[in-house]
């Protein structure tokens, strides 16, 4: 099996997309989309922007290589009555059942970053945008102080090196590599614009309460609990991870959570 298709059906990714339902619909509002517009949305696991964009008009393709969250994606869309998006699985390295230049505009927020060879993942998001058409990029920044760049270097510290070879999703956080891909895609550097954003973390339960929604639901946690267990660390590992949420916690009460996180946003014009 595709490792990546199988990390991210390993747990239950709705559990925490609920929990960034707001920070998606704020962040599609400000995407200038319109009704005429055709929008694929990219590593959408079950829609926390594809949702967001349909409401609002557009004709969307949401695109995942987890059959768990397209058929979340799915049941969603028609709880809510959305004839205008359709959730299918896919691969953002090779996309190659959607035509040239065929949308308006590309998103992916915390999606595309996390599949393997991020060149033919450029390649590929060019290639599908139409010419003038946008694409817009949500990826976590390496180093940054905020709750999942926190997470995964936690996590890391605990799980075994990775494979020769891999590339670590979190360079698509780092302009200079992001402009590289791009522009090996053919796309000039004038026509790729950055900004540091904010995503925030809204949970109607506590901080150590979401710690465990990571530890069970979330894929990247889960293999990381795994090979701690295994190196009779894993308390260790709930520990640090208990800290990070409780001390970024904003809400003002406790038993709720509040959580905001950095990112950079990417727009690249075709």
Known sequence: MNP??????K??????????????????????????????????????????????GATVLGVDIARNLV????RRAK?????NVTFQEGDATDLQELQDQSFDLVVSIFGAMFAPRPFEVA????????????IVMGNWIPGDPTLVAQILKISSAYTPPPPEGFISPMLWGIESHVIERFEKAGVPKENISFLRDTF???APYSPLEFVSKFKNYYGPTMNAFEAAEKNGKASDLQRELEELFTNQNTSPDQTTTSIPATFLRVTVVR
């Open 4 to 9: 990546n298709k199988a990390l991210w059906e």
């Open 11 to 56: 747990g239950d990714f709705t559990q925490l997309a609920q929990t960034m339902r707001e920070s998606g619909t704020a962040l599609v509002a400000q995407l200038g989309i319109t009704r005429d517009v055709k929008v694929l949305d990219l590593g959408c696991g079950d829609g926390t922007t594809a949702i967001p964009e349909a409401e609002l």
């Open 71 to 74: 058929e979340a994606g799915n």
């Open 79 to 83: 709880e809510r009555g959305l004839t």
């Open 123 to 134: 390649k590929e998001m060019v290639r599908v945008t139409r010419p003038g058409g946008r």
């Open 200 to 202: 925030t973390f809204n």
